[in-house]
């Protein structure tokens, strides 16, 4: 149980160009997802949270015109990363919440986005 | 406010070892705490967690967590290391929702585990 997927696994995309990525739940539905970013080697960065039918709430220093978030049901986020530039290069991962005091997070396996 | 320590980025064991990561956390409110675990080029994979109930915590591929509160550590155990446990271990302690929208999880930097035959 408590299974997320994402999709794609692997985007190669040119510079200036958006890029969509998807995050569902398998198993359960979701009351809020989650988006972080990871550098090489280094720790996870939380960039947004998402409850379904509602606006994500954006981590300081995360441009919300940058990386638009829906949440549109309780299985199914999309991050969409517009006029992506090499900085943007990156391994990004949701990660999505359940339960009555939903107090843990189950993680997808990531997407590796490369923008040249 | 909400921080993470983990000590050593990098932590090498010899196979059938035990296995010590170490774990504070600083948090202004009783803390969820977890250990997760990425594999390369992978997601991250819930070990344990701890939520109040019991402070001895038991997880999958026999890893055991324990919390302390005098000591504000989460320390990660395993008492002897298999090969299969190389990765980057991954400890965080969650708001508990109370800034609103889920529980927000903070992040230590990790600890790379190396295991050596």
């Known amino acids: 149980g408590a299974v997320v997927s994402q999709h794609p696994s692997w985007v190669i995309c040119k510079s200036g160009t958006s890029v969509k990525i998807e995050c569902r739940s398998l198993?359960?539905?979701?009351?809020?997802m989650f988006w972080y970013r990871q550098f090489p080697k280094q720790s996870l960065m939380l960039m947004a949270t998402s409850n379904e039918g509602s606006k994500a709430t954006y981590e300081q220093g995360v441009e919300k015109d940058k990386f638009l978030i829906n949440h549109a049901s309780l299985t199914l986020s999309t991050l969409t990363v517009t006029s992506a530039h090499p900085e943007d290069s990156s391994f990004y991962i949701c990660?999505?919440?359940?339960?009555?005091?939903?107090?843990?997070?189950?993680f997808g396996p990531g997407t590796r986005l490369l923008v040249l | 406010a909400q921080s993470v320590t983990q000590l050593g980025s990098h932590v090498s064991v010899s196979e059938g070892a035990l296995v010590l990561l170490r774990c504070n956390y600083s948090s202004s409110v009783p803390p969820y705490l977890f250990w997760y675990v990425q594999y390369p080029n992978q997601g991250l994979q819930l070990l344990l967690k701890?939520?109040?109930?019991?402070?001895l915590v038991k997880g999958i591929n026999g890893f055991e967590a324990e919390f302390k509160k005098s000591e504000t550590s989460f320390h990660l155990t395993k008492p002897s290391a298999h090969m299969s446990d190389a990765a980057e271990y991954f400890c965080?302690?969650?708001?508990?929702?109370?800034?609103?929208?889920?529980?927000?999880?903070?992040f230590g930097t990790g600890t790379q585990l190396k295991v050596e035959l």
């Open positions: 198993d359960f539905q979701a009351t809020t």
């Open positions: 965080a302690v969650s708001d508990r929702g109370i800034t609103g929208g889920g529980n927000k999880l903070t």
């Open positions: 990660s999505a919440q359940y339960g009555t005091q939903g107090e843990t997070q189950y």
């Open positions: 701890y939520t109040s109930a019991a402070t």
